[in-house]
C-alpha cells in the first residue's frame, strides 16, 4: 500500500467513526432528515392552503378586517422577534451538538426552549385580548385555525427540545442521533418560517 493510498483510508476511517462536522451532517442524506423534509413540505402546502384561504377571504368581503377587530400589534411583532432568535439559537445549538461541545450546546438549546415558551405565552396571551372568537365571522375562523396550528407546531418543536436537552444529560450522541438533532433543527426554522408568511398576512398585509 503506498503513501497516498495508506492516506485515503486513514481520512475514510475518521468520517466514519469520528466527530461529524456540522457540514458534513448538512449534507449526509440520512433517511430521518429526508422523511422530515417530505413532512415539512406536505405540511407546507398545508399552511399555504390555510393562508390561500385568508386571502380568499380577503378578497370576497368588502370590509377585511370586520369592524371590532382589534389585534395586539406590539405583541404579534415582539413574537416574531423571539422566534426569530430562537431560531438563530438552534442554528448554534445543532452546530455545537455536531462538534460534541455539548456544554454550550445545551446552553443554546435551553436559551431556544426558552425563547419558543416565551413565543407561546405570548401568543395565549394575545389570544386572551381578543374581542372575537372563532364562531364571530370569516376573520375569526381563519385567525384562530392558522394561529392555532401553528401554536401546535411551535408547541411540539418545544417538547423534542427538551427531549433533546435531556438526551445531551447522557453520553455522547451517537452519530446517527445527530441526523435527529438535525431534522429538530429544519422543523423548527420551518416553524420560524411559517410564521412569517402569517404574520405578514395577517398583521403587514391584513
Known amino acids: 500500500m503506498n503513501a497516498k493510498t495508506a492516506r485515503f483510508h486513514a481520512r475514510s476511517s475518521q468520517r466514519l467513526s469520528g466527530p461529524v462536522s456540522s457540514r458534513e451532517l448538512a449534507l449526509r442524506t440520512h433517511p430521518l432528515i429526508f422523511g422530515v423534509v417530505l413532512f415539512l413540505a406536505q405540511d407546507l402546502m398545508l399552511f399555504g392552503g390555510l393562508i390561500a384561504a385568508y386571502f380568499n377571504f380577503r378578497a370576497i368581503d368588502a370590509v377585511w378586517p370586520p369592524g371590532g377587530v382589534r389585534l395586539d400589534e406590539l405583541g404579534g411583532a415582539v413574537s416574531t422577534g423571539l422566534l426569530a432568535l430562537s431560531s438563530l439559537t438552534m442554528l448554534f445549538a445543532t452546530h455545537h451538538i455536531a462538534k460534541q461541545a455539548f456544554l454550550a450546546a445545551r446552553m443554546w438549546l435551553g436559551t431556544t426552549i426558552v425563547l419558543g415558551s416565551a413565543f407561546l ?54 452519530r446517527d442521533r445527530r441526523a435527529g438533532v438535525e431534522a429538530i433543527g429544519y422543523y423548527w426554522h420551518f416553524v420560524f418560517l411559517v410564521w412569517l408568511l402569517i404574520w405578514g398576512s395577517i398583521y403587514v398585509v391584513r
Not at 401568543?123 to 364562531?135: C, I, N, R
Request: net charge neutral.
Open 121 to 174: 405565552l405570548l401568543s395565549m396571551q394575545g389570544w386572551s385580548k381578543l374581542t372575537f372568537g372563532v364562531d364571530s365571522h370569516a376573520y375569526g375562523s381563519i385567525y384562530y385555525v392558522m394561529t392555532g396550528f401553528h401554536m401546535l407546531h411551535v408547541a411540539i418543536g418545544v417538547v423534542l427540545m427538551l427531549v433533546l436537552f435531556g438526551a445531551m444529560r447522557t453520553t455522547a450522541l451517537e
